[in-house]
């Protein structure tokens, strides 16, 4: 029967060694999460950035002398006689109170209380005005008049969506920042502790190259051992967020999830890891060899 | 017979061992060798003899080239050793056996895998190394002992595993530190056979050593050192 070869340096066997896989797990996990909320947030801000801004809400105040009927009307048939305007619908005095209940309370409200009236306006697909030349050219009409644009507020969003993003790659960042330090602190400490050996290696015409190697492939090992639990683990943690997510259902505007191309990315962050340890491993072994004689 | 290659030649362009004004310094330390100056042919057989702490482990370290001289030129197979690539340097360094004072085995390998090290190490075919180093396990006496470790085995045995695996590759030149140390006379004999029969295939060979028992018995041409300053006789003066 071949006896199995032992391998050349016990890397394995040392503490150090048994925990490592542990941390390249969490380092792995932590970067699909960012790398999750990368995707996620992205697409988000996708979806916002293209939804479409077909519903305008038109706020008619009184003017001086406290009318608001007959200036409603005016803006109405503006409205109506609009081509880009599909429909205008004139909020009833009863919905407005109705909606100034939350704030105001459910007593009634003074008679000299200048309340605006409110006009609900749906704009035709693939419409050419915006929201600020529709309220300019009503305000010529009937001064006063504003528009609330949802658009600004979907920019704002958008723009903090974009900030978060961004906030999440740079942790991604300094995640795989993080995972190539730890690789770089291993390989010397497994150097330092085989100090000996790799002298008697160098000693016996073993290459720089075949030494390293035996360091770098020991870094592959722990970070795809490590990749492979940490990657799992942040599958699982976003698959309990997406169905937590779902209860949400109708509560978003927007579809937020990560797509199978999200979770291939995390499927592929230990292969990724792996090979980063080991090309890290390498250079840093090449590089404490090279001070031998 | 174990050792069947002939030795490789020395390249052209120099001799095949040459120290010239040698001088070794660790650190910001008192140098230790002093304009060591002394050459080795192929297929030669010598001695370095002389006190603890003379200076023969420094001056073994520079021949296998595990330090760089303070000073001085050294020549390893015709190769000028300051100025050869680290490519070059491990290439060399193949070509050299050591037999370490302590041995230097590797604990968690077992004795056959001590001695096929170098081989792996030079990518020899598995099947054919482990033949090989069979053989030679045999040849020193340790049949029984190929797949214990090192801490399983007693002085002696370690150091017969150390000289097997210095003496494994066929080296062209074999350096041994005081390589019969912890072995009874006969045993000691017997390795020195072991060392003459490598030297007759054309190895060169040099020994530290102490033991005056072991030149008269063994008896070849002898260097001395004391006090880091080498006493080459006339003969061999380079």
Known sequence: MTRKRSPIVPLGRDAASRFLPVVFGLMVYLAGLSLAAVLVLSGAVEQISRQGIDVLTVEVPPDEAGETAERAARVLARLE???????????????????????????PLPDDLAIPRLIDVTLKPN??????????????EVPGVRIDDPKIWLDRLGTFGRSLALVAGIIAALVIAATAVMAVVSTRMAISVHRDLVELLHLMGGRDTFVARLFQFQAFRVGLIGGVIGAALAALTLLGLEQAGRRLDGLLFIEAGLDPIGFAA???????????????????????????? | MLFRRPVKPPAAEGAFIRFESVGLRYGLGPEVLHDISFSLEPGEFRYIVGPSGAGKTSLLRLLYLAHRPTRGLIGVFGHEIATASRADLAGLRRRIGVVFQDFRLLDHLTAHENVALPLRIAGANEAEAREHVTEILTWV?????????????????????AIARAVI??????????????????????????????????????????????????????????????????????
């Open chain 1, 81 to 107: 006689a609009s081509p880009d305007v599909a429909a205008a619908h004139l909020i009833s005095d009863f919905e407005v109170r109705a909606l100034l209940r939350p704030w105001l309370g459910a007593d």
């Open chain 2, 141 to 161: 006496g340790l049949a029984d002992h190929m797949h214990a470790r090192p801490a399983t085995l007693s002085g002696g045995q370690k150091q017969r595993v």
């Open chain 1, 127 to 140: 419409a050419e005005i915006t929201a600020s030349a529709l309220a300019e050219s009503l305000a010529a």
């Open chain 2, 169 to 238: 590759t066929r080296p062209d030149l074999l350096v041994a530190d005081e390589p019969t140390g912890n072995l009874d006379d006969t045993l000691g004999f017997r390795l020195m056979h072991l060392f003459e029969e490598l030297n007759r295939v054309g190895t060169t060979v040099l020994i530290a050593t102490h033991s005056e028992t072991l030149i008269a018995h063994n008896p070849h041409p002898a260097m001395r050192l004391s006090a880091g300053m080498l006493d080459v006789p006339g003969s061999l003066a380079a």
């Open chain 1, 266 to 293: 995390i499927g592929a962050l230990p292969i990724l890891t792996a090979a980063l340890a080991m090309l890290t491993a390498r250079m840093t072994a090449l590089g404490a060899l090279r001070r031998l004689p």
